[in-house]
């Protein structure tokens, strides 16, 4: 199982990005996939997920109308789309996978079920 991040960098305040998570190594329909990030200095949150199978997506609560998730399953590749960013999106942003999953505020929370990891892609925004 491999996840890897791409897309992230630097940004400006108001911007948008779009982080993709390229998956191998699993049959993507039967796995679910969140994003992650972590800030420095700070625990991590979760961000959104996109359950395994029907596709139902679950947003961080104070996020959800700045971001949208999405699965392709012809390239095996989830993306994170962030939208007037902030300075407080800044930090490594990853993707995990969890066989059969369904995305609850509990895999936000706490990444249960998420047995896979990335290593991650830096976003900075500033002015």
């Known amino acids: 199982v491999q996840l890897v991040e791409s897309g992230g960098g630097s940004a400006h305040i108001g911007g948008s990005l779009t982080l993709s998570c390229a998956t191998s190594?699993?049959?993507?329909?039967?796995?679910?996939i969140a994003w992650f990030r972590q800030a420095p200095g700070k625990e991590r949150e979760g961000v959104s997920c996109?359950?395994?199978?029907?596709?139902?997506?679950y947003n961080a609560e104070g996020m959800k109308d700045r971001i949208s998730i999405s699965a392709d399953s012809a390239t095996n590749t989830v993306y994170l789309r962030l939208d007037n960013l902030k300075p407080d999106d800044t930090g490594n942003y990853s993707c995990?996978?969890?066989?059969?999953?369904?995305?609850?505020?509990?895999?936000?929370?706490?990444?249960?079920?998420?047995?896979?990891w990335g290593k991650g892609t830096q976003v900075t925004v500033s002015s």
């Open positions: 995990a996978a969890g066989y059969a999953g369904v995305c609850t505020i509990l895999v936000l929370n706490t990444g249960y079920g998420m047995d896979n």
């Open positions: 996109i359950s395994s199978l029907d596709r139902k997506t």
């Open positions: 190594g699993f049959t993507f329909d039967d796995y679910a």
